[in-house]
């Protein structure tokens, strides 16, 4: 990468890269002032615009990326997705269990899209850093989708089989993005094999289970910091 005065860097993905968390007090979720890409930014030579979209899934991101990302020509990217590719319809599940339901996005069509993402900037001249997932709690979250409803409840789990399938699933996402990385060369943050290394790491999400927290975002940013220290120093104040 070129030396210079001043780097541009994009953080785009979904929610958790918007810094959207839940707000107990207000009963709504809210955006984070000190999100990881804000948190981020005060360290950086430059600047660091938050594409981030509450909801967004790699299909999307696609979609959106040359207005969020190309057409902003920054020197890297920050790309955090899957989070939303994994998730099913809750509520068609808790209202049919027997049925056969999909998730948003199909863990080979999230494999393709990530790699043609990653293709795409490189040929556009900008750095691709992929991030891995954070975990989430799981009895949190299937209480959060099944909102107290016992008969949701009963049905969600009949479909999943256990509660712990929930984590597992989503952790193959995290798996995806891992194994992308390393097939295309493309640098990674492993946001979540340090997150799992802190005692008790639930107290980084907020209550729905899967949003991290004011300290979850804390605890990002300095594992991103941590990796640009240790690869892309000069990118630093």
Not at 21 to 35: E, F, M, P, Q, W
Not at 82 to 89: E, I, L, R, T, Y
Not at 126 to 145: A, G, Q, V
């Amino acid at each position: 990468m070129e030396t210079k005065k001043n780097y541009s860097l994009v953080a785009f993905g979904d929610s958790i890269t918007e810094g959207v968390v839940y707000d107990s007090s207000r009963g709504r979720y809210s955006n984070l002032k000190n999100c990881f890409a804000n948190l981020v930014g005060r360290h950086i030579k430059g600047t660091v615009c938050n594409s981030g979209r509450f909801g967004s899934t790699i299909k999307r991101g696609i979609k959106k990326m040359y207005n969020d990302v190309i057409k902003k020509t920054p020197d890297i990217v920050l790309i955090e997705f899957g989070g939303n590719d994994c998730d099913f319809n809750w509520e068609d599940i808790a209202k049919d269990p027997d049925s056969n339901h999909k998730p948003k996005t199909d863990i080979s069509t999230f494999h393709d899209i990530l790699s043609n993402m990653i293709c795409t900037f490189e040929k556009s001249g900008i750095t691709p850093i992929l991030m891995t997932l954070p975990p989430l709690d799981y009895k949190r979250y299937f209480n959060w989708i099944t909102r107290g409803d016992k008969t949701a409840e009963k049905n969600v789990l009949k479909w999943l089989g256990s509660e712990e399938k929930i984590y597992n699933w989503h952790r193959t996402y995290s798996e995806m993005v891992t194994e992308v990385a390393h097939r295309t060369k493309t640098a990674l943050i492993d946001v979540r094999s340090e997150i799992l290394k802190q005692d008790d790491y639930n107290r980084f999400l907020c209550i729905d289970g899967i949003h991290p927290n004011l300290y979850g975002h804390s605890l990002i940013a300095n594992v991103i910091l941590n990796f640009l220290k240790d690869n892309y120093s000069f990118l630093l104040i």
